[in-house]
């Protein structure tokens, strides 16, 4: 079960109000990488994970500290919104440069929700679970879950740098150093899977099942003008887990048959054969 405490994880403290601000930091609430993604990914991954109990147990306490953060957000909102009013934003767009600013407030911050957040990104499109990761297979997803912190991190990094709030931007480099950590987190637990598993996912299908096809497994094909690419550590050298060497293909060429589809069924109507 949860409880709920009263107290934030951190102080949420505004100089002032900011009607655009707070939409933008919609973005970190209600976007693909804001904390409602990161939030239902880790619990999710929590409620469904079979296995070591440790990796639950370390889900299900990072879920948590996102709940919070999720709340944390939403205050900070609340407080950028205060003394918002109909009356006032016509009375403020009489002067020209102010006008231009409450063009890009949120409009839904006032009709909708009465000067709170929403579940939704910076532009209104509501946050939708096709966010998430969550497939069972623990390395798969603590890798995506190191994706989402390092998208995170780096858009309330920019979000910070939008503002000259001291009070959110106190709030903001707090969120940025929990993301440092669990960047931390997440590659440490990769790295213990990895060195339990291998590198590859899933560890459970090995490379002798690829049979003729794993050839395959070690070939960098270039695609596109230039050969810059061959010069990375994927093109030269051995695979990570030192199961074979990776080879350059400069000018690959196809292996498979043209495709030649049939025609369909007259009655799907495609009007193929008029």
């Known amino acids: 079960m949860f409880r709920h405490q009263k107290e934030l994880q951190f102080e949420v403290k505004v100089e002032r109000p900011d009607a655009l601000l707070a939409r933008q930091i919609q973005e970190l609430l209600g976007g693909q990488f804001g904390e409602m993604s990161v939030m239902m990914q880790y619990l999710f991954q929590g409620f469904n994970c079979r296995g070591e109990e440790k990796y639950k147990d370390m889900l299900m306490d990072i879920g ?102 001291e009070g959110v931007r106190d709030v903001l480099r707090n969120m940025i150093a929990r993301d440092r950590y669990h960047q931390y987190q997440w590659m440490a637990a990769i790295a213990e899977l ?15 099942a690829e049979m003729d096809a794993q050839v395959h497994a070690y070939e960098f094909w270039d695609l596109s003008e230039g050969s810059q690419s061959a010069e990375g550590l994927w093109a030269k050298g051995s695979a990570p887990d030192g199961t074979g060497d990776f080879m350059y293909l400069k000018d690959p060429k196809p292996l498979g048959q043209v495709p030649n589809p049939k025609p369909p069924h007259f009655s799907t109507h495609n009007d193929i054969n008029i």
Not at 80 to 103: C, F, N, R, Y
């Open 64 to 165: 948590t500290e996102e709940i919070g953060h999720v709340e944390m957000l939403c205050n900070l909102i609340s407080q950028l919104l205060d003394g918002v009013s109909p009356a006032e934003q016509i009375e403020a767009a009489k002067d020209p440069m102010t006008a231009a600013i409450l063009g890009g407030t949120n409009p839904q911050h006032l009709i909708v929700s009465g000067l709170g957040a929403t579940p939704k990104d910076s532009n209104g499109v509501p946050w939708n679970a096709g966010y998430i990761a969550s497939s069972g297979n623990l390395l798969a997803d603590f890798r995506a879950n190191l994706n989402a912190e390092s998208q995170g991190r780096l858009q309330v990094s920019r979000v910070y740098e939008m503002t000259t709030d």
């Open 194 to 208: 990895e060195e339990k598993n291998g590198v590859a996912v899933p560890g459970s299908f090995p490379p002798e």
